[in-house]
């Protein structure tokens, strides 16, 4: 469970509360990963997101690295936030300790804490700049 997870090194998350905080820690569903294991794929059905709390994922497009993520990123959310299907891959390219976002999760979220749709907002804007938007 997400109940004693630390974020307080997560950046994007300062301008939050610490309640708010915790009420993201214990909304998600904390989730060790194995390396390069496919968390999600590029065309398919944006039902999760996650929060990396430790390790890297590769994102690609068409086989093709286009991005590096580690701690503190938060990735699946684009799909979600612009109900589209994936634009990436996903690939965890060391161990990871992540928290696990269904879509529910993420609107309930988004609707109960302004600043997390704010992080949310804000990730997939900066993406989308250099892919479909």
């Not at 090194?9 to 998600?28: C, M, P, W």
């Not at 109900?83 to 999760?105: G, M, N, P």
Request: hydrophobic content about 35%; aromatic content about 6%.
């Amino acid at each position: 469970m997400g109940d004693d997870v630390n974020l307080d090194h997560i950046d994007r998350f300062s301008d939050l509360s610490d309640s708010e905080v915790q009420k993201i820690a214990k909304t998600g569903t904390y989730v060790t990963v194995p390396e390069n294991w496919a968390l999600m794929g590029e065309g398919t059905s944006a039902d999760k997101a996650y929060l990396l709390i430790s390790g890297e994922v590769s994102v690609r497009r068409d086989g093709q690295e286009v991005a590096t993520l580690g701690p503190g990123e938060i990735f699946g959310e684009m799909g979600i936030v612009n109900h589209k299907l994936r634009t990436a891959t996903v690939i965890s390219k060391t161990r990871l300790e992540c928290l696990h976002f269904t879509r529910d999760q993420i609107e309930k979220l988004e609707n109960e804490i302004p600043a997390f749709r704010k992080a949310l907002t804000d990730t997939s804007t900066s993406r989308s700049g250099s892919g479909e938007g």
